[in-house]
């Protein structure tokens, strides 16, 4: 049984936990939007290149990096993907962790190049600026720097970005800032208020403002370094206007519903960890969390994260992720599931987990 088949075969029933996507209710403004859209028959002519007008002012002031440039992609991932192939060459290495967003290794890889992985798997489950100073080689080239971490959940405090800032700064290196997460959080802190001249921010709709489907990102950085990615840009004709319309709608509305958004996520939490907190040998290593999303430690009870995962998608319509995903070292010890879900559908996992792991355990 392949999983993602599996749950869009039968998506009208499934309860989508596994690849934090947002499918609360943000703003009327955005679906307003798309309907205008499609009414004008925008989509008969290719966008401008450099993206619909407002909107890369709107990105700036968002993440208040009024001076940089920004480039519009299907998602952050691509955004990822360029800057990647753009910045690495072979041998060069990148100082990452584990557990971490496993598809920009891949990216790294792509390029010949490595990331170096920490193990954050403790106490205080993230990268800590001494150990990013100790793990720096002649061949680093970049510092990947996720914030909130897919898929602990953990924050950086505003000392802890100053700090590894700072660090990539006395180093000359890159400094990749993936802000998809952001809004989640109660204090975040941009790397580019720090060290602008080779920090890359890395943005993404499909989490805070529930646009996943519409593929839509951008990656932002000093006008200067903006310039070695025009290279590697698979876009030249910009992205999709749909999504560009529905993206500025977000942003133009986003104080009006983000905070209801959060709200919601920080009840889901509290449900599962009530839930997690009825099962013998299972914890959650990271609470609260500053993301959508959080792992819970499963690894006491003998039940394999992979068999939790098929069990609770086939007998009760709930997907959500095993760790091999997000961690090489550590996956065998965890599921990772997001909440930014209706109340009533999380309240179905809170009781359909504590079963599942009864079942399952050793």
Known sequence: ????????????????MSQN???LSTTPAIQEALNEAVRRREYALYPYKNGLFGLPEALKEDVGAPHYDVLMANGGIEALYVITRAL???GDEVVASDPSFLPIHHQVSL?????IEMPIYSDPWKMTPERV???????????LLIDPINPLGTAYTGDEVRAISEIAQDNDLYLLDDITYRDFSDDHH???????????????????????????????AEPELMKSFVKYN???????????????AALQTKDQWISGIVHICRRNQATIKEAVERIPGVFLPVYPSYTNMFIIDIGNTGADPEKVQEKL????????????????RFGDRFVRTSFSLPEEECQKFARAFPQVMAELSG
Not at 111 to 115: F, P, W
């Open 111 to 115: 390029c010949n190049a490595k990331t």
């Open 234 to 248: 698979v876009n030249p004709l910009s992205v999709n206007i749909l999504a560009q319309r529905a993206a500025l």
């Open 133 to 143: 100073n100790e793990a720096i080689t002649k061949k680093t080239k970049m510092i």
């Open 313 to 328: 998608l086939l007998e009760h319509g709930i997907f959500l992720r095993a760790g091999n995903y997000v961690s090489k």
């Open 1 to 16: 049984m392949e999983p993602f088949l599996y749950s869009h075969q039968n998506r009208d029933r499934i309860i989508w």
């Open 88 to 90: 690495l060459r072979r």
């Open 190 to 220: 941009v790397t580019s208020d720090y060290y602008p001249e080779k920090s890359i921010l890395v943005y993404s709709f499909s989490k805070n403002c529930g646009m996943a489907g519409l593929r839509i990102g951008a990656a932002l």
């Open 21 to 23: 996507t947002n499918t």
